[in-house]
T-cell receptor, first 112, second 114 residues
Framework: GQQLNQSPQSMFIQEGEDVSMNCTSS?????WLWYKQDPGEGPVLLIA?????ELTSNGRLTAQFGITRKDSFLNISASIPSDVGIYFC????????????FGGGTRLMVKP | SAVISQKPSRDICQRGTSLTIQCQVD?????MFWYRQQPGQSLTLIAT?????????ESGFVIDKFPISRPNLTFSTLTVSNMSPEDSSIYLC???????????FGNGTRLTVT
């Protein structure tokens, strides 16, 4: 149904490497959201996507809204230690309402 | 964006007791929500806090266990009642200023039940 399948669950990379993570669902969505949660804090919105095929950047982060509207990708280029955290995709169940459903998260660890 | 203050930031509680978590926003917001994040897990919506009326609970969550108040447009409380170790989680308040504005989160309350 509305489950968001996020992968990978975790990544341990070297500083400077690029990172890619994705989120898929069997449902079609009108938006895709990507959040980051730093340790000990609440999630913060990174990027919001509103149109199939849309590619949006926020600094070293780039996210794409899949053409099928069932998936989205988040890429981080030239990772740095402060990129450490948990990245979540999120969406509105049934494309309506004001609450969000979250993917399982990708835990990113960066080795200096 | 709205500034969200949650209290307490963390607590260690005994089994069988109750804890009330407060969420204060620095501006009036349309929507307030409470999420739970179990250790190493994603966020799960507990309920929507409705101003002046009973909260709307998601499947698996009930008012007797998680009573919620929202007396005005800037404040809400979540109580975790009759706690057990399984209630050990981070509880997060989130708000949406208007219907289509982004969802913002507080820093959460880290609860440990012994």
């Amino acid at each position: 149904g509305q489950q968001l399948n996020q992968s990978p669950q975790s990544m341990f990379i070297q500083e400077g490497e690029d990172v890619s993570m994705n989120c898929t669902s069997s449902s079609i969505f009108n938006t895709w959201l990507w959040y980051k949660q730093d340790p000990g804090e609440g999630p913060v919105l990174l990027i919001a996507l509103y149109k199939a095929g849309e590619l949006t950047s926020n600094g070293r982060l780039t996210a794409q809204f899949g053409i099928t509207r069932k998936d989205s990708f988040l890429n981080i280029s030239a990772s740095i230690p402060s990129d450490v955290g948990i990245y979540f995709c999120a969406n509105r169940p049934n494309n309506a309402g004001n609450m969000l459903t979250f993917g399982g998260g990708t835990r990113l660890m960066v080795k200096p | 964006s709205a500034v969200i203050s949650q209290k307490p930031s963390r607590d260690i509680c005994q089994r069988g007791t109750s804890l009330t978590i407060q969420c204060q926003v620095d501006s009036q917001v349309t929507m307030m929500f409470w999420y739970r994040q179990q250790p190493g897990q994603s966020l799960t919506l507990i309920a929507t806090a409705n101003q002046g009326s009973e909260a709307t609970y998601e499947s698996g969550f009930v008012i007797d266990k998680f009573p919620i108040s929202r007396p005005n447009l800037t404040f809400s409380t979540l109580t975790v009642s009759n706690m057990s170790p399984e209630d050990s989680s981070i509880y997060l308040c989130s708000v949406r200023a208007r219907s289509n504005s982004p969802l913002h989160f507080g820093n959460g309350t880290r609860l440990t039940v012994t």
